[in-house]
């Protein structure tokens, strides 16, 4: 028997604390039950091009589009997004849809933005969730949990007020704990 009601299971977490393999980890499991499955992925995250990639090698195809309207049900029951955070607040629109018709919906994104804020359409859908796997990563630079993002741009951490989202240019991120998450020129609170 197949439920009419949808399911929206949420796996956020900072840089590299291992949200795509936990997402292939869980659509694998409906290959028992023989669910149709589709995952699209943002544009922007250009890395791999049309494939979901885990660090632990796992992979699996992925639709690339631009806007969260591209988002169809179609035929598959099990409908997967990864990097959530790129889609903008209509991203919550679609999947409310999604969960209308009936489907299982998984979300992977950032929880936070490099600025340790919540980030974009993130927190609208944890709190649509049904389930929540807040994942945590390494930090890179004491190796105690890393719950934060850290943007460096040319070796040295981005200030707050670098733009959100930058795209092609010499900035990379890595895994922090909060003791260890620079961001200078925070404001005061
Ligand atoms: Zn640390």
Known sequence: MVANVGRLHVIAGCMSSGKTGELIRLLSRHAVTGDTMVIYKHCVDSRDGSRA????????????????????????????????QFFGDALADVVRRLLAEGHLVYVTGLNQD???????????????ADEISLLTAICQKCHGVGTRTQRVIDGEPAPWDSPLILVGGGDFYEARCPDCHEVPGRPAT
Not at 57 to 84: F, N, P, T
């Open 53 to 84: 990639r885990s660090r632990l090698g796992m992979e699996m195809e992925a639709l690339v589009i631009e806007h969260a309207r591209e988002i169809s049900g179609d035929d598959c029951r099990v409908i997967a997004i990864e990097e959530a």
């Open 114 to 128: 490099f600025r340790g804020e919540p980030f974009g359409v993130m927190p609208e859908l944890m709190a649509l």
